[in-house]
């Protein structure tokens, strides 16, 4: 781990190796290798539009909000919503307890709750934003091609794949399909829900809207 916290240039705190090691404990070695993944593709891609660590975000804390923010796809994690919120909900009680301040905190928690929300979290400060196209460059390469020639295979290199992605899918799906309550209707599990195991019931929007206030003028 010191070796790639040097190696990368990571933001080397007491609470950034807290943070690491905490996910290292509760996760799977994909979800861990996956979370540092998205930190430094992130990070990257934000450096190619010109904003930089320190000068224009909050760099701890866009480290803490990527190593955390799949933390809801683990047991200590799940806790009947969906795995964004359920896991920024444990972040943001892992991060308190550490003694991070509560405004940090909730930009973390903002980010971890927003990363799969497309179309939205790429409008949001740049620590919500680079979560989120960290972690989309990481499992389905989106913006892959912002990243710097070389980079990506040197970053695999260090924090393998180890069948990330479809395990994170699959992850994702399970939690669902064991408890329906945590893909809600539109999110993005009910999605992979939906893809996955289309005999899924999924609400039929115009009959929802069309029976709606029923005999009301």
């Given at each position: ?7 990368f ?6 609470l950034?190796?807290e ?8 996760a ?21 539009h ?11 804390v ?26 920024a ?38 620590e ?14 989106f ?9 990506a ?65």
């Amino acid at each position: 781990m010191t070796d790639h916290f040097t190696g990368f240039a990571i933001p080397d705190t007491p609470l950034t190796r807290e943070a690491y090691g905490f996910v290292q404990e509760i996760a799977a070695q994909a979800v861990l290798t996956h979370s540092v993944r998205s930190y430094l593709f992130g990070r990257a891609i934000g450096e190619r539009h010109g904003l930089r660590a320190e000068h224009d975000y909050d760099d701890e804390v866009l480290f803490l909000a990527c190593m955390l923010h799949d933390v809801g796809l683990t047991e200590r994690g799940e806790r009947g919503g969906r795995f964004e919120v359920d896991g920024a909900d444990l972040a943001a009680e892992f991060l308190t307890e550490q003694g991070l301040a509560a405004d940090r905190t909730r930009l973390a928690w903002e980010a971890i709750a927003l990363h799969t929300s497309l179309g939205i979290a790429d409008r949001m400060r740049p620590e919500i934003a680079l979560t989120h196209a960290g972690a989309g460059a990481d499992v389905a390469a989106f913006g892959a091609d912002k990243l710097p020639a070389g980079y990506a295979d040197r970053v695999h290199a260090t924090y393998p794949r180890l069948g990330g992605s479809v395990e994170l899918t699959e992850l994702i799906v399970g939690q669902a399909t064991r408890n329906p309550a945590k893909a809600p209707p539109f999110s993005f599990p009910a999605e992979l829900l939906r893809q996955d195991a289309p005999g899924t019931a999924v609400l039929p929007w115009r009959e929802v809207v069309t029976a709606a206030w029923s005999g009301v003028a």
